[in-house]
């Protein structure tokens, strides 16, 4: 029995998909897909019926405690949620204090819970809003066993949280990197956003502009498959010998948006781009989609696309 936390993210839309199929590892799997909000009508066509939704706010205790009191039979926990902030040290507060309602509910309360997997990010070895700042070039590629950059986080919560049970649940911690993925109502949903910052661009008739700084184009990166991370996560659950441990999850190969960025330009054929033109030249891309809405909707009708919401598809903060 699963409990998927955080069931319409890009993982965990991808888990609550795969877990009831017989061909999934020790499955199928009976599933409680907890969620803030319910699911858009579009997002799945046949909805499972091993997968039982329960829609609540994490941050209100009560009310976590409520909906998971009856769910005794909960023997995987995968946490995935993660609530947006604008600034670092809100969203540090308010995503701890959430994984702690959870943790409190599940732990006393399900006697068979065998193990919890958190998946957490990179910012355990970076500081947020300087990618390549805080651990310096000699100690890069950054490896599981750096202590955490600066601050308290999720991880110190969930060794608080399960240490109730004396070591009877385990736990493994997985840092991907940028997500590349689909869902709905995602809060980091690259991919599907800049399609849609595309299609703007080319339906206006005006420049696909490079948002970020230099270090951003020219910088290299990797990224993490939404359905590897989601194979990193029932491998984690299910291999006996590497519990307690964390784990960078990542394709592994490297690319920068300096080579990408004409690729998607060129999907969307017409399109005329420009890269990093310096930093007088950088633009907010949440500004500039303000009030894009008419311009998706033309789209939309235009192409026979189902109908949706700039909101339901994309974020905007950097």
Not at 47 to 72: E, G, K
Not at 87 to 92: F, G, Q, S
Not at 281 to 302: L, S
Request: net charge negative; with cysteine.
């Amino acid at each position: 029995m699963a409990l998927v936390v955080g069931s319409t993210g890009i993982v965990g839309a991808a888990l609550v998909d795969i877990l009831p199929s017989p061909d999934t590892p020790a499955g199928p799997w009976k599933v409680y897909a907890l969620s803030r909000c319910p699911l858009l009508p579009w997002s799945t066509a046949a909805p499972s019926p091993a997968a039982a939704h329960l829609h609540l706010d994490l941050s209100n205790p009560a009310a976590v405690a409520d909906a998971i009191a009856p769910l005794t039979d909960i023997t995987h926990v995968f946490y995935l949620a993660w609530s947006p902030r604008p600034d670092t040290d809100e969203a540090r507060a308010a995503n701890c204090d959430m994984l702690c309602n959870v943790l409190t509910a599940v732990v006393p309360n399900c006697p068979a819970l065998i193990h919890v997997y958190l998946r957490t990010d990179r910012k355990h070895f970076i500081d947020p809003f300087e990618p390549l700042g805080g651990i310096p070039a000699t100690m890069r590629p950054y490896s599981e066993d750096l202590p955490c950059l600066q601050f308290p986080d999720l991880e110190d919560v969930l060794l608080d949280g399960i240490a109730s049970r004396g070591g009877d649940v385990t736990w493994s911690v997985h840092r991907p990197t940028t997500i590349f993925g689909f869902s709905p109502r995602s809060a980091w949903n690259v991919v599907a956003s800049l399609y849609v910052y595309a299609a703007i661009c080319r339906k206006e008739g005006v420049l696909l502009r490079w948002p970020g700084s230099l270090v951003g184009w020219e910088g290299l990166r990797d990224a993490s498959d939404a359905e590897l991370v989601m194979d990193h996560a029932l491998w984690a659950a299910l291999e006996p010998a590497d519990k307690n441990e964390p784990f960078n999850c990542t394709n592994g190969g490297v690319y920068t948006w300096k080579l990408l960025w004409p690729t998607l330009a060129n999907h969307f054929r017409g399109n005329q781009w420009v890269g990093y033109v310096g930093e007088d030249q950088r633009f907010n891309i949440e500004e500039a989609m303000d009030g894009k809405e008419v311009v998706w909707a033309e789209i939309v009708r235009e192409n026979g696309l189902v109908e949706t919401r700039l909101d339901d598809i994309t974020t905007w903060r950097s």
